[in-house]
């Protein structure tokens, strides 16, 4: 008589990986899914969920912590060293369902992890994170092949704000500064066309292309202004990301701005999550164009980046806090928005607002 077939049951609810043999379980270990939710649009980050199968064992004798580049050892993962580190050992997986039938081509693996002390919690890349030494065990347990399930989440519970950064976490308006880079008369063409679009007069997708035909700015402009939104945070923002964090909010970025330059800012607050548009440049560092169909170049993009994220990580509680009307536009896909007066007040903003505040020392916890 053959023995029951072994099988893996990954739980983005309860963030957990569980083995068993037909119906009894044999172990049960903490992992990582992916920390934007899940999903199976390449690029996006996100976990497939649905039925698949191990098609590929990847590490087998090597050290604990050994680190895999392209599923290549490549030596033991120094703390110095960056990235989303896959060690130990790789199961890469492919899909079964035609939703999930991309998963070998997306590199989804179930691998080992140099961020341990976030199991428990959504925090991959899109892959199931195992601490080294487990994965290692269910490496040697289970052959290619083994059936794997992972089951899409059930229960609301992930919590997301979503925060401007322009006039809001900054109390620069990083494109003004693109332009003041360029002299005295660009500046001013360039600003009144930001006012005229955060006021709602003029429509953002008109307003993009017209800004960055004028200004067209070069890589070494665009770091010196990444430099500045890290000298001019938001007096206070700092105390409200950390106490937000600490009170298990997933925090994300959400600007018509550049995500180059916005990047080091959510260094500095340790965010990690950032929708900005695309920057390009050539290799000479001259500017060459940026993502004319990111969303958040447009009315109307904001939201729909929102309501994304909501669906992908099933959110209990959504939250937006910002100083425009393309922030004010995100109010129908919220629960809760926080119209921002600390450098600029918007009429329209204050009076279409859950909530109104001047100082980040006002910021609403107990509204939240």
């Known amino acids: 008589m053959n023995s029951p077939e072994l099988r893996i049951e990954v739980s983005i609810d309860r963030q957990t990986l569980a083995l068993y043999r037909g119906d009894s379980l044999l172990r049960t270990w903490a992992v990582s899914t992916g920390a934007r939710g899940n999903g199976s649009l390449p690029g996006s980050f996100r976990t497939p969920t649905g039925r698949f199968r191990i098609s590929e064992k990847i590490g087998h004798g090597a050290p604990l912590r050994t680190a895999f580049r392209s599923r290549r050892a ?31 081509s997306r590199y989804i693996y179930i691998h080992g992890t140099h961020q341990e002390h976030r199991l428990g919690q959504p925090a991959s890349h899109g892959c199931i994170r195992m601490a080294n030494a487990d994965v290692i065990e269910l490496f040697n347990l289970v052959p290619e092949g083994t059936p794997v399930t992972i089951h899409a989440p059930t229960i609301m519970q992930r919590k997301l704000i979503f925060f401007d950064c322009d006039s809001t976490l900054s109390t620069i308006e990083g494109i003004d500064e693109l332009a ?82 916005i990047e080091p800012l959510a260094k500095r607050l340790a965010i990690e999550h950032v929708e900005a548009v695309p920057l390009h440049f050539d290799d000479e560092g001259n500017y060459a164009g940026y993502d004319a169909d990111y969303p958040t170049t447009r ?15 099933h959110a209990a509680k959504v939250v937006m806090v910002g100083d425009g009307i393309s922030d004010l536009e995100s109010r129908e896909a919220c629960d809760f928005f926080i119209g921002y007066g600390g450098v600029v007040e918007r009429k329209a903003v204050r009076e279409g607002a859950d909530h109104y505040i001047r100082k980040m020392s006002d910021f609403p916890f107990d509204k939240l």
């Open 74 to 104: 490549v030596g033991l993962w120094r703390d110095e060293d960056r990235g989303d580190g896959i060690l130990s050992r790789i199961l890469w997986l492919d899909g079964l369902d035609p939703e999930n039938a991309n998963t070998h």
């Open 180 to 261: 003041r880079a360029q002299g005295d008369a660009v500046f001013r063409e360039v600003e009144a066309l930001t006012n005229a679009a955060m006021n709602g007069e003029i429509p953002l997708a008109e307003v993009f292309p017209r800004r960055m035909a004028i200004i067209r700015p070069s890589k070494a402009v665009a770091d010196q202004i990444a430099q500045l939104y890290v000298e001019t945070l938001s007096p206070g923002i700092e105390g409200v990301i950390t106490r937000l964090q600490a009170e298990n909010w997933t925090v994300v970025i959400l600007s018509g701005g550049f995500k180059p330059l």
């Open 299 to 313: 009315n109307g993009g904001k939201p729909d980046i929102i309501r994304d994220w909501r669906a992908s990580t």
